[in-house]
């Protein structure tokens, strides 16, 4: 019998891991420019492949802006469709199977998801196209669980026409049953059982990490748990010819398995900016290693027509048409399009240092809070005022072009409001920024208690950024190393930013070269210069009394850093500076400085 285990786990394409073991308006709808670059080899494949996608987040009209390396990942739900059209005929033509898989967090990212109107419910009508793509096994994510109502959405009307294949191994839901008594079910299935094309038995589970910040009446059990329960010893009794286990967790930490000769782990990216590939042939010797091939795919048509043998005249499908189109169309109905203003460059959040002129963190807090807030100061305060945030209040950059409801949701996921501290000596508000910054431990510590739901769990999205970051600088440091010792390509071959992936597999497993991301630490909190009426102000002196202006999620503990500075309780959090929101405050800015 031949035997393999396959593992597909979430995050970005970071590539350590065991082998076995890695605007849009209607009118101007994002194709391709010329300039992207063909992948450099056709794919490998095996007789049993998988392509796999996670943390799409609501990117399902793909990245838009032209400013790079966001063409690169420009495909579209539709075009990724067409491009699964044309795979699975070649993986008939070829009589090998092909599995589709996707890994979890399909909720909160951009207006596609977050754009609904009141009463609706986050994913909900974007959802309707991700049921379109052929996807094998669907496995659920921790932002599917932040929000009860997301929860039901995806037990009601999303996993039931998976027909078995969304699977939630380790996560229930509290719900009605048929007398009204409460129940407690798998939003999905536990375990998913099924023949590929080729007769191949696959037993499949879909697992989430060890999530704590998931809504009331939803349950995560611990892996460890899980797989203690008899109807997990149950379902791996029978032994299939292959094991696919779609984790909702990185590859490399969270105590995946290990990960033998016979085992294969693939951790492709988010935002829909990788996309994974993984072959294997299982029809070789049952007792030898597997040989695997895997590879990371840029998601574009290029990359889509180049591995299908396609033209731009040849490879859209309908069903892909039909998609696009329907993205569109809810584009429309959500109203993605509305523009604010257009910005004159790009802004990036990690890929400059902050502060720095193109850091978007930079124009978040020093120009766009003292600015939009200073004009929208129902405190009615004259006082100068100092502005300080989380950083992780901006989860995606900012390209130049049009600035549209699209990319207001997309950039500042959280809803906070603005508190401020009245009347402190500039003197003491100077000291703060700092206190808070070193205590990164106690930040954290907030950010996992009571005020994560508010933040949609902002703790853990902020470990996941950490890690990402860190990844990142691995990356550009190791890249550097390598092309000193001339093992890497050399930057003037005008490469375009994008991911450059190492993992544990021979061989390079990027479908296209990219030269790395740059990416800078950013502090864990941000502060603006002190500006009355959203100018920067002169002359501030250490007595200068100023309103201390900041996200409520920071705000009791600015208060509570004054008043250990002081060693009396005599700051505390006002009220509302202004009724403008975290997340409106970019829209506002673009209207008020870029028209
Ligand atoms: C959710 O939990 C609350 C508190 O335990 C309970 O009152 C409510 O009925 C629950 N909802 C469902 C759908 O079970
Ligand atoms: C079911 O139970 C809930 C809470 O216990 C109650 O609010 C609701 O009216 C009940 N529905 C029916 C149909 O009995
Ligand atoms: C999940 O639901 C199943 C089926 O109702 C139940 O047997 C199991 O104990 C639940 N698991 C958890 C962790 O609540
Ligand atoms: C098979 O794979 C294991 C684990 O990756 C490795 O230690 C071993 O050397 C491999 N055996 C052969 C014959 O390649
Ligand atoms: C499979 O490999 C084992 C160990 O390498 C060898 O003894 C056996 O003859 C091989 N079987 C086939 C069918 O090649
Ligand atoms: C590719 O095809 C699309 C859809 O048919 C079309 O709108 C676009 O102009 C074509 N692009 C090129 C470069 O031919
Ligand atoms: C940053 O912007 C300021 C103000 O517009 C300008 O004076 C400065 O030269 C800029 N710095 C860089 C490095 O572009
Ligand atoms: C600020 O002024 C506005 C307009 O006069 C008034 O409606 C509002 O209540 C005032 N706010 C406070 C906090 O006094
Ligand atoms: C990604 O972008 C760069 C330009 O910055 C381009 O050279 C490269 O070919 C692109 N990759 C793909 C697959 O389109
Ligand atoms: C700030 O703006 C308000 C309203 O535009 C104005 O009344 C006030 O005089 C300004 N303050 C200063 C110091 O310019
Ligand atoms: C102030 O902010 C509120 C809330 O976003 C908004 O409704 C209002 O239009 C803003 N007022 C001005 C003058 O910008």
């Not at 308006?25 to 392509?51: I, M």
């Not at 584009?331 to 959040?349: E, K, R, S």
């Amino acid at each position: 019998m031949v035997f393999a285990r396959l593992a597909l786990a979430f995050s970005v394409a970071q590539g350590v891991l065991a082998c076995g073991g890695h605007d849009h308006s209607h009118a101007q709808r994002a194709y391709p420019p010329t300039k992207l670059r063909p992948p450099t080899r056709p794919l490998d494949w095996g007789d049993f492949n998988v392509l796999h996608t996670t943390d799409t987040h609501g990117w399902l009209l793909g990245h838009q802006k032209e400013s790079w390396p966001e063409p690169n990942y420009s495909g579209d739900l539709g075009d990724l469709a067409s491009f699964l059209v044309h795979m699975k005929r070649i993986a008939e033509e070829k009589d090998v199977d092909l599995l589709v898989v996707d890994s979890g967090d399909i909720h909160d990212g951009t207006g596609i998801t977050d754009g609904f109107p009141p009463g609706g419910v986050d994913g909900h009508d974007a959802n309707e196209f991700i049921k379109q793509i052929p996807y094998d096994i669907m496995a659920i994510g921790n932002h599917e669980l932040y929000h009860y109502g997301y929860t039901l959405d995806m037990y009601r009307n999303f996993a039931p026409d998976l027909n078995g294949r969304y699977l939630s191994s380790n996560v229930n839901i509290t719900v009605f049953g048929e007398n009204n008594e409460t129940i407690n079910v798998p939003v999905g299935e536990r375990v998913a059982k099924f023949r590929t094309r080729k007769g191949r038995r696959v037993t499949s589970f879909g697992v989430l990490f060890d999530f704590t910040g998931n809504d009331d009446n939803t349950t995560v059990q611990t892996v460890e748990d899980m797989v203690k329960e008899d109807w997990f010893v149950d379902a791996i009794q029978e032994e299939p010819d292959v094991f696919l286990l779609v984790g909702h967790m990185p590859v490399n930490e969270d105590n995946w398995p290990l990960l033998d000769g016979r085992s294969m782990a693939l951790q492709s990216g988010r935002y829909m900016e990788t996309l994974g590939w993984m072959s294997a042939n299982l029809n070789e010797n049952d007792s030898d290693n597997i040989t695997f091939s895997r590879r990371y795919l840029d998601p574009n048509r290029v990359t889509y027509q180049f591995h299908t043998l396609t033209s731009n005249d040849t490879f859209d499908s309908e069903e892909g048409t039909t998609i696009t189109q329907g993205l569109l169309d809810l584009a429309d109905q959500y109203d993605l399009d509305h523009l604010y203003g257009t910005a004159p460059m790009d802004y990036t959040v990690n890929r400059v240092p902050y502060p720095s002129n193109s850091s978007l963190l930079s124009l978040y807090i020093s120009e766009a809070a003292p600015l939009v807030l200073g004009a929208n100061n129902t405190a009615n305060s004259t006082l100068p005022a100092l502005f300080l945030t989380n950083s992780n209040a901006q989860r995606f950059d900012l390209y130049k072009g049009p600035f549209t409801e699209n990319d207001r949701l997309s950039l500042s996921p959280y809803i906070q409001s603005w508190m401020y501290v009245p009347e402190v000596e500039y003197g003491l508000a100077k000291q703060v920024l700092d206190i808070i910054n070193a205590d990164d431990s106690d930040n954290r510590r907030r950010g996992m208690d009571d005020q994560e739901r508010v933040l949609f769990g902002v703790g853990c999205d902020a470990q996941v950024d950490n890690r990402y970051r860190a990844w990142l600088r691995d990356v550009v440091a190791r890249t550097y190393a390598e092309r000193e010792r001339e093992l890497r390509w050399d930057a003037d071959d005008e490469l375009s930013i994008g991911y450059v992936t190492y993992d544990s597999c021979p061989g390079v497993g990027d479908d296209t070269e990219h030269e790395p991301i740059p990416s800078y630490p950013v502090p864990v909190a941000i502060q603006s210069k002190v500006t009355l009426n959203g100018t920067i102000l002169d002359g501030v002196t250490d007595d200068t009394l100023i309103d201390f202006v900041v996200v409520a999620f920071n705000a009791d503990q600015v208060a509570e850093t004054l008043n250990s500075i002081v060693g009396e309780d005599r700051f505390s959090v006002r009220g509302a500076y202004s009724p403008v929101l975290s997340n409106e405050l970019l829209g506002f800015y673009a209207q008020m400085a870029w028209n």
